[in-house]
C-alpha cells in the first residue's frame, strides 16, 4: 500500500541558510500534519492543512511557512535556520471529513533529518 | 503544558515476556493512538482507540482505555526482540467543534526486548 513520501531524506545545511521539505500524502488523504521531533524528544505539532487550506497552527517559528498545493502534497519552507532547527521532521497524512468518519489515524512519513551546522 | 505522559520511561524485558505500558493525559480526547519508532526512524501507526471505546486488539497488541482515569495502556504479549523500540502515545484532543486534527504526544517509552 502506497504511503507517505517525504523528501528529501537528509538535509545539512548552514546557520541562516533556507531550507524547503516536501511531503506527499497517501492517496486520497486531504489532511496533511507536520511535526518536528527534535534528539530525544516526542514529536511536536507544528502545522496542518486541510483541503488546501491552513487547518491549525502549533509551534512553528515564524521562520517557517508552509502550504498545501492541488495535488495535496506539501511543502514547508524553513528560511534563517538556527542550529536548534536541527531534528525530524515528519509530515502526516490523514483521510479527514471527505471519508465520513472523524477522527481517523495519522499515517507518517519517515521523515526528513535536518542538519544544520 | 504536555498532554501525554508515559510510564514506565524505560522498559528492559526478556523475549516472551510481556510488555505493559502506560499513557495518562490531561483533556478530554476523541481518539487515542499508539506509535512505535525505531532509533531515529520513522513512526509506524500501531492502533488507535476512540473515545467511545475501552478495548483494542491487534495480533500481539492489546490497548485499553479509561477516559474516567484518562489513561490508557498498550500491553505487547509474547515479545520478541524485534519489539525493540520507542513507543509513544498520541491523543487528538476534543476541541470546540469537533476535533482540533493535531496529535499531541507522550514522552514515549523506550522498550527493550532481551532475546
Known amino acids: 500500500a502506497a504511503g507517505v513520501i517525504q523528501s528529501p531524506r537528509h538535509l545539512i545545511k548552514e546557520k541562516r541558510e533556507t531550507a524547503t521539505l516536501k511531503c506527499y500524502p497517501i492517496p486520497r488523504h486531504d489532511t496533511v500534519y507536520w511535526y518536528q521531533q527534535g534528539p530525544g524528544q516526542d514529536p511536536q505539532f507544528l502545522i496542518s492543512?486541510?483541503?488546501?487550506?491552513?487547518?491549525d497552527k502549533g509551534s512553528i517559528p515564524d521562520r517557517f511557512s508552509a502550504q498545501q498545493f492541488s495535488d495535496y502534497h506539501s511543502e514547508l519552507n524553513m528560511s534563517s535556520l538556527e542550529l536548534g532547527d536541527s531534528a525530524l521532521y515528519f509530515c502526516?497524512?490523514?483521510?479527514?471529513?471527505?471519508?465520513?468518519?472523524?477522527?481517523?489515524?495519522?499515517?507518517f512519513g519517515p521523515g526528513t533529518r535536518l542538519t544544520v551546522l | 503544558s504536555q498532554q501525554g505522559e508515559e510510564d514506565p520511561q524505560a522498559l528492559s524485558i526478556q523475549e516472551g515476556e510481556n510488555a505493559t505500558m502506560n499513557c495518562s493525559y490531561k483533556t478530554s480526547i476523541n481518539n487515542l493512538q499508539w506509535y512505535r519508532q525505531n532509533s531515529g526512524r520513522g513512526l509506524v501507526h500501531l492502533i488507535l482507540i476512540r473515545s467511545n471505546e475501552r478495548e483494542k486488539h491487534s495480533g500481539r497488541l492489546r490497548v485499553t482505555l479509561d477516559t474516567s482515569k484518562k489513561s490508557s495502556s498498550l500491553l505487547i504479549t509474547a515479545s520478541r526482540a524485534a519489539d525493540t523500540a520507542s513507543y509513544f502515545c498520541a491523543t487528538d484532543v476534543a476541541g470546540y467543534g469537533g476535533s482540533q486534527g493535531n496529535l499531541i504526544f507522550g514522552k514515549g517509552t523506550k522498550l527493550s526486548v532481551k532475546p
Open positions: 492543512f486541510y483541503e488546501k487550506m491552513q487547518s
Open positions: 502526516a497524512s490523514q483521510v479527514g471529513i471527505t471519508s465520513g468518519q472523524l477522527y481517523n489515524e495519522q499515517f
